[in-house]
């Protein structure tokens, strides 16, 4: 059975995503599923969706806000676009999305499984359970705005959806994975993420199961207009004071705290991993992307972003507690930890684009490399040291107009030399 794994405060951020920086993220997005995939099956992508902090640094690493609920939204958007002209290919689908977008999900489901074999209008229903638990058998107070769900040929699936909580101005990512499910009524979640908001109703719960016993026996003995009469007179009699509740029994989880805060701090990383990172770019670079290092445009600065890159393909889930790590692959929309380095960003999509066409042609020379940038990364870890965090990303900063650095705000400008400060 499908179990819950943790939790996260998702900060809402207004603003949009632009089009340079989402086209690219399509295009990264794309190429990094079909790695996975190629190296793990369709199965293993389902589960690296369906986990919280995995999903939460995909979205980092292809130069979104590291922290911010609107990662659910643009990367489930890049997916869908990136993904739908290789469905066929791949087998895998992505249904659904944001506000009207999220109604359309079982016309989705039916058509595809019309085309492909599978039983569309079984998750169909799928897809309106999953919703319907999260906003009516989870009263947590976010309301449901985004559903996506994801589908392989063979009927296994995964929904990523969000819910947004106006008042306290957060957000709460439900994931969903079909794999050992067996109830959609009884701990069905592998993962809700949100900051707790207080207590919540939560009827999914396995000790709450004489509680939906009880709700289905009631309705049928005095009908939905004796609930009502009930109700108030509870409501009438209740005491002024409130009883406290008691401690909950369950365990405490695994949770992701992602912070108010928009930049990038030394204590959001775990340093020695991002040393670990740079260090073998430096150290398997010059040897595994030889050739690639003489091609115009390519250089040491690729093979860092590549590293991470390397790790969001490879990593294990215990290495994906410190999302922000992942940004210094390819910056922040929004400047955070650096602009967007544009011309990094466009290598690695396409060295890596060329490592995944070629490995389907049988050459896995390029896919192999990116394996051992991540191999060579965990040996590092406990060896080496580096600049603290705030140098680097100062040190980015310095060299983001060289690098094509652009953010929501325009490109960088080259920077200032002393004699044109006055200094």
């Known amino acids: 059975m499908a179990q819950r794994t943790g939790s996260a405060d998702l900060p809402l951020h207004g603003g949009h995503v632009p089009k340079w920086l989402a086209d690219r993220m399509s295009r990264l997005g794309t190429v990094i599923a079909e790695a996975i995939i190629h190296h793990y099956g369709r199965d293993e992508f389902l589960r690296r969706l369906a986990h919280p902090f995995w999903f939460q640094s995909f979205g980092a690493v292809m130069g979104m806000d590291w922290h911010s609920s609107g990662i659910t939204t643009s990367v489930m958007g890049a997916l869908k676009r990136g993904l739908a002209p290789r469905a066929d290919e791949l087998g895998l689908h992505i249904c659904g999305g944001r506000g009207r977008f999220s109604r359309l999900t079982p016309q989705e489901l039916v058509a595809i499984g019309a085309r492909v074999g599978f039983d569309g209008s079984a998750l169909a229903q799928s897809s ?215 011309k990094v960003y466009d290598q690695t999509i396409k060295l890596l684009k060329s490592a995944v066409e070629t490995a389907k042609l049988g050459r896995e020379d390029g896919l192999a490399a990116l394996r051992q940038l991540d191999v060579q990364a965990r040996r590092l870890e406990h060896e080496v040291s580096g600049a603290p965090v705030a140098a680097i990303i100062a040190e980015e900063r310095r060299q983001s107009h060289s690098y094509g650095g652009r953010s929501v705000f325009g490109w960088e400008a080259p920077e200032r030399s002393a004699l044109d400060r006055g200094d």
Request: proline share 8%.
């Open 128 to 342: 309106r359970l999953v919703a319907k638990v999260d906003s009516a058998a989870v009263q947590d107070g976010f309301g449901l705005y985004l559903h996506s769900f994801i589908v392989t040929d063979d009927g296994k699936w995964a929904v990523v959806q969000q819910g947004m909580n106006d008042r306290t101005r957060q957000a709460r990512r439900y994931h969903w994975l079909s794999e050992g499910m067996t109830s959609f009524v009884e701990e069905p979640h592998i993962a809700i993420d949100g900051v707790s908001q207080g207590q919540i109703l939560n009827l999914t719960d396995r000790r709450a199961a004489a509680s939906r016993r009880g709700q289905l026996d009631l309705l049928a003995s005095v009908g939905p207009d004796g609930i009502a009469r009930a109700l108030s007179l509870v409501k009438r009699d209740a005491p002024a004071t409130p009883v406290a509740a008691p401690e909950p029994r369950q365990g405490i989880l695994p949770h992701l705290v992602m912070p108010a805060h928009h930049d990038v701090r030394p204590a959001d990383v775990i340093a020695p991993r991002l040393h670990a990172a740079l260090a073998a770019a430096a150290d398997r670079g010059p040897v595994d992307y030889a050739d690639l290092l003489l091609v115009p445009g390519v250089g040491a600065r690729t093979v860092e972003a590549l590293a991470l890159v390397a790790e969001i393909v490879h990593g294990a889930p215990c290495r994906f507690s410190d999302p922000a790590r992942y940004s210094f692959a390819h910056g922040g929309k929004d400047r955070h930890p650096f602009p967007v380095p544009v």
